[in-house]
């Protein structure tokens, strides 16, 4: 077995082939035989299935050598493995920081990549450039025998899922829980839990599941976020995530009977 992956990312899409309706990414071998140089530097993002695994930007005129293809990660989704699709998202967050933060921020000057540590310095006024990442929570909340689940205008037609929203500055993560919930539905909860979490790549999200029961107040969708919210049970679900996202992993535990423990 080839000891190595790479991710070639041509601006925000991966290089893949697809074998037997599931796609695979560039091993080493592949790789050398095609000559190709990243337009910047490559990346180890570290190891999995006892490879290492790089990530490289690509140029934006590079064509996919024979039987290849850029697809980008949303399309991805379900083609290949969970851990696989995560460092795929992992290669991509640190291609696009690379690419955008060629230059310093406060004082505009070249910055320099560090050999020891995922950041660029600038030279000039020393401020440390590292990849951003956004933190937002995802909750799951539960009256009774049934969930509330919500519906944004760029939905798929017909799916629900659970509300979600990014982290303001000073908030803890509890109080951003219960502002959230509070701004697009109107409602009031209590017993926040923590549930899990999952890296989500669009573009540099931290999702943070909690679950949480209801306090109080009367469902009011908040005017251009929310199409529609209701109260669903085990027998009445609407079209909701697909299995590889937190917020399908929330509602399965709930369809489970594991809906008021954390997981």
């Not at 406060?106 to 600038?122: F, I, M």
């Not at 251009?224 to 929330?250: C, H, N, T, Y």
């Amino acid at each position: 077995m080839d000891p190595i992956w790479w991710f070639a990312v041509r601006g925000n899409e991966l290089l893949v082939r697809f074998e037997s309706d599931a796609a695979r990414l560039p091993e080493g071998g592949e790789w050398t035989e095609w000559g190709w140089e990243p337009q910047r530097s490559q990346h180890q993002l570290g190891e999995w299935a006892g490879r290492f695994c790089y990530a490289a930007e690509l140029a934006a005129d590079v064509e996919p050598p024979e039987g290849w293809k850029f697809i980008g990660l949303r399309a991805l989704w379900g083609l290949i493995d969970e851990p696989t699709w995560h460092f795929a998202g992992r290669a991509v967050q640190i291609v696009d920081w690379d690419r955008t933060h060629q230059f310093c921020g406060r004082c505009g000057s070249p910055t320099e990549r560090q050999e020891t540590e995922l950041a660029r310095r600038c030279p000039t006024c020393g401020m440390m450039h590292f990849p951003r990442l956004s933190p937002a929570v995802i909750v799951l909340v539960r009256r009774g025998d049934r969930i509330l689940l919500a519906r944004s205008p760029h939905f798929v037609p017909g799916m629900y899922s659970t509300l979600a929203g990014f982290v303001e500055p000073g908030e803890s993560l509890e109080q951003t829980v219960a502002r959230e919930i509070r701004e697009e539905v109107g409602v009031s909860v209590t017993n926040v839990r923590y549930f899990g979490s999952q890296p989500w790549p669009f573009p540099n999200s931290l999702m943070i599941g909690f679950t949480a029961d209801y306090a109080g107040g009367e469902l009011t969708p908040q005017p251009g976020e929310i199409e529609d919210a209701g109260w669903f049970g085990v027998d009445d679900l609407p079209l909701i995530p697909p299995r590889m996202s937190i917020a399908r992993k929330l509602i399965d535990s709930f369809l489970e009977g594991r809906g008021q423990d954390s997981a």
